[in-house]
């Protein structure tokens, strides 16, 4: 049988004013439609949190397959099939150099990537090494528009000395295009969505404010052109097309509300300027909505998601608890403080656990979108108490395309380098590089597929 039709292209655009709308990952965009689906894309998703984690509610104590989720993970229960558990890691650069003093969280961030000493400095003249992220999107971001997203949700503006002799330039963000040059972070919602929704052909000030001003939907310029579009598709995809706008006008709608509360006053929480939602789970889970709306429109592949930055000072005061989070890090061994912290790390993971299951609820290809993600998941620290850079709180997520065969916890040799873990994940999505920062090889446990 020949199918004469043409097939949509992955990335498919809808155009109205002031607004382009990519579409999701359609049957018809299959050359031989539903016969056989369209090739979904690798995605690679970093999320990065700071200040270390009580890791003996981190670590299950048994190996390989079977093995229990401790207290800290528990949330992860439902997607234990497609995780798995790193333990032993660690990152040799994030040490200090003879004479450098402190700064070991600025370099848990700043080397987390690279695997590379940042070197020290208050001034401009920063630098560090080229992060995995960015390695993957100079090959698989090259043909989507965006080559690669760089999310926060703490402020990025700060400038300075950030700790003893070290620039804020390297706590701002994980991600660095070339050892001289790291990428800016964004955690205002709104500045992410018309990142990605935004018309690309007029991206003028009075566009966007001409539509603000009349107070509409996005997506309402352009609903003429999407009810044409979907006539001339099956039930399936008009039903995908249906329940993506749905998403989107969600997303747009809370946003809105965000921005309207804005001037609320929230005692007893180190609160980001902007229209920034009022709980670190509501900016989260917003945020985590709009990366999952980028894979799925295959407007990038990569995506670097900073949850807190390192010397956090951030209060969780929605969850009883207004101690500073960094100053939690060092409990002193104090029962206590160490389960405030032990909270804090459960509510981090929990909010992951939200994105994965949002990841596993998005169709993609013949699977999900977390069929098809490799995710890593974890800090620069692991005892935030010792500062220590040793048997790092490492996991993976996700099926990488069937490449990863998930459900386990791997315990590498001790002090293996991170970086190893990072070049087998490069390997796993079709990214070609011999070595990342202080590598020594690809770690074999992962090829057991």
């Known amino acids: ?45 970093i999320g990065y949190v700071p200040n270390g984690v009580i890791m003996d509610k981190w670590t299950p104590t048994t190996e390989g397959r079977g093995f229990e989720l401790p207290s800290t993970l528990a949330p992860l229960q439902p997607f234990q099939d497609q995780l798995t558990v790193i333990s032993g890691l660690a990152r040799e650069p994030m040490f200090p ?17 690279t695997g590379v000493h940042p070197k020290k400095t208050e001034g401009p003249d920063i630098q ?9 999107a100079q090959q698989i ?25 070290w620039s804020c330039a390297y706590a701002n963000t994980l991600s660095w295009r070339n050892p001289t040059t790291p990428l800016p972070m964004e955690n205002q919602p709104r500045a992410v969505f018309e990142r990605l929704f935004g018309d690309a052909d007029d991206t003028s000030q009075a566009a966007r404010e001409a539509r603000l001003r009349e107070d509409r939907s996005i997506l309402d310029s352009v609903l003429r052109e999407i009810g044409s579009f979907r006539r001339t598709l099956g039930e399936s995809d008009r039903d995908k097309i249906t329940q993506y706008l749905d998403a ?26 902007g229209g920034i939602p009022d709980t670190f789970a509501e900016h989260a889970r917003l945020m985590f909505d709009l990366q999952v709306l980028a894979f799925q429109t295959d407007m990038t592949r990569v995506i670097t998601f900073m949850m807190s930055r390192e010397v956090s000072p951030r209060t969780y005061p929605e969850l ?11 409990h002193g061994n104090r029962p206590g403080q160490m389960e405030k912290l032990r909270q804090v790390n459960v509510h981090h993971v929990e909010q992951f656990a939200y994105f ?18 490799l995710a890593l998941y974890g800090c620069g620290i692991s005892d935030g108490n010792q500062h220590l850079h040793t048997n790092l709180p490492i996991l993976l997520a996700g099926g990488a395309g069937g490449r990863l065969q998930g459900g386990r916890h791997i315990r590498v040799e001790e002090e293996t380098p991170l970086t190893n873990l990072q070049l087998s994940m490069l390997d796993k ?21």
Request: include cysteine; aromatic fraction near 2%; glycine fraction near 12%.
């Open 97 to 113: 150099l003879p004479g450098e003093g402190t700064g070991d969280h600025v370099r848990a961030a700043a080397a987390f990537l």
């Open 429 to 449: 999505i079709g990214v070609a590089t011999e070595r990342l920062g202080d590598s020594s090889g690809q770690l074999t446990h992962l090829s057991e597929v």
């Open 128 to 136: 560090g090494g080229v992060s995995m992220d960015q390695i993957a």
């Open 320 to 330: 009883g608890i207004p101690d500073p989070h960094h100053g939690l890090s060092h």
């Open 248 to 273: 989107i006008r969600d997303i747009e709608r809370r946003i809105q509300l965000a921005e309207a509360q804005g001037d609320v006053e929230l005692p007893e929480l180190v609160r980001p300027t």
């Open 356 to 373: 994965l299951d949002r990841l596993r609820s998005t169709p993609d290809g013949d699977g999900t979108l977390l069929d098809n993600m």
């Open 141 to 165: 971001g090259q043909g989507t528009q965006l080559s690669s997203l760089e999310l926060c949700l703490d402020p990025n503006e700060l400038i300075g000395a950030c700790e003893a002799g």
């Open 1 to 45: 049988m020949i199918i004469t039709r043409k097939a949509l292209p992955r990335r498919t655009f809808l155009k109205g004013v002031g607004a382009t709308v990519a579409l999701p990952l359609l049957d018809t965009m299959s050359p031989v439609l539903r016969d056989t689906p369209a090739e979904p894309g690798a995605r690679l998703f």
